[in-house]
């Protein structure tokens, strides 16, 4: 058994996921190998040395598609020996490419891995792999009928049964931006932050970096000025009633973005001369109702505290993805979290949310974090589509 650790992790800042967006001139596999190609440089990391890298990308179509993953590592110009393989478990599929790097260093497997991801939303928009059919097909339409939902109703039931209101769910959302703009004011992401070069049709070249889709003026009376995004008739009836509250303003924005993670053994690592920075303490998957679909953090939270033997008061932050504002909002409720360690820095809402490359991007956040407060443990979990959820631990070192 080996012990994983990271050395480093980073990302770039969010872009709008639409035409207009600052990453969106960006071909999708190169904005992930301009991230791969930093991330060895400033560790003066031979990448020969990369036994396989691992991206995750939930829209794996047109330019995201035939394996994203290995052409953005000849993108980046790593050695033609150096691997990859791209994998989706929907919005934790980074989450899950550092959950199976670690676990390969760990089995004797890797020495030296990255985890990473990808997600374009303005080159490749939300649900374009569906090409217009049906991805789930008769029997799971007969298991869950009248029919699975999407994630905007599910966010909707989750408000419903913890019994939150417009209020609630909009004053998380505008905390979710004061967090991030005062943590992007004070450098905290300075040093996870990675600049992308943008060239402009009608103007130079410039480097996008920083985060978009923060909104430090965004108040929760601003807000409620929102009409919500998917009331339906008949979907109100089929549940009796929703509280109809899931707004844009509320909701993570459709997001451009990539992140990795430089994952090896410490033994590697100290051969190297390279720091490890923290090392991954546990390790869960789960699966869900995938009608209420956005729970799944709250039993993969539930199971890796089992699991780890570790209660969540000895938890210096905990990143929870805020895909809608109601899931970290029903999390913290169920678990008894505190408050003010969760999304410390602002989340998804404020910080976007690029799908596939999500998992790493609150990895390279909760990593900085622990460092810049001396925190020991950082739990992250991630809600994903169909009813599942990841969740590790890791440790400070």
Sequence with gaps: MHDAVIVDVIRTGSGRGKPGGALSGVHPVDLLA??????VERNGLDPAQVDDVIAGCVSQAGEQTFNLARNAALAAGFPITVPGVTIDRQCGSSQQAAHFAAQGVIAGGYDIVIACGVESMSRVPMGSPVGGRDPFGPKVA???APGLVPQGISAELIAARWGFDRDAVD????ESHRRAAAAAATGRFDHELVPVLITAEDGPEHAHTADETIRPATTAEGLAGLKPSFYDEATDARFGGL???ITPGNSSPLTDGASAALIMSERRATELGLRP???????AVVGDDPIMMLTGPIPATRRILEKTGLSLDRIDAYEVNEAFAPVPLAWAADLDADPERLNPCGGAIALGHPLGASGTKLLATLVNHLEATGGRYGLQTMCEGGGMANAMIIERL
């Design 34 to 39: 301009g991230v791969l190609a930093k991330l």
């Design 277 to 283: 920075r923290a090392r991954f303490a546990g390790f």
């Design 243 to 245: 509280p109809w509250l």
């Design 142 to 144: 007969e298991r869950f």
């Design 171 to 174: 004053g998380y959302a505008a």
